[in-house]
Structure formats: structure tokens, C-alpha cells
């Protein structure tokens, strides 16, 4: 099993957020686009989404649903994460290498 390391993620469940401290030297701004990028697909697919660094300091967007999560669109959640990556470009590539020039 591989290590990784969680930078933010959120819960449709729970209707949280979570930011790790860790990264809590990134800019407010930074900070913020996470925050409503995890929210808002939690509340457009539903589950919980998690983003997290892999050991090669690759940025990966991890989504799941409680088995009895009748509601929660796993093709759309696909998707989603696919037009995510595509938007958010630029932002998912600084990440990695904040990621690997500080840990």
C-alpha cells in the first residue's frame, strides 16, 4: 500500500471540509479555490472528495460513496473530476510542485 498524503477534501455526508495545516503556508487565495472546488462537487455529485498527494508528489482527486448512497452519480463524479483536472489546469500542476520543492 502506498502512502499518501490528503490536502483537502469534503463530505456531502457530513456537509465538512477539511484542510490539512500542513499546507497552510499555500496563499489564502489558494486555499479558498480548494475550499469551493471541494464543496461545490460534493453538493453537484454527492460522496466525499479527496485531494491527495501520492508518494511521487502526484496530485490525485479521490471520490467514494457510502454503499447506501443511492443518490451518488459515480459516472458523473467521473466526469466531474475529468473537467476539474482540464479547468483547473494550472492550479493542480503548482500544487505538485509546491508538493515536491517543500516535503
Known sequence: MSESTVLCGASAYSRKY???????????RVQDELHVLCVLFTE????????SFD????LCLNTEAEETDA????IG???KIRQMQEEKRELFESLELFYKVFQ
Do not use: H
Request: glycine letters at 14%; a negative charge.
Open 18 to 28: 477539511f484542510f490539512n495545516p500542513d499546507f497552510s503556508v499555500l496563499p489564502q
Open 44 to 51: 453537484d455529485v454527492g460522496g466525499i472528495l479527496t485531494l
Open 55 to 58: 508518494e511521487d508528489g502526484t
Open 71 to 74: 443518490s451518488y452519480d459515480e
Open 77 to 79: 463524479a467521473g466526469l
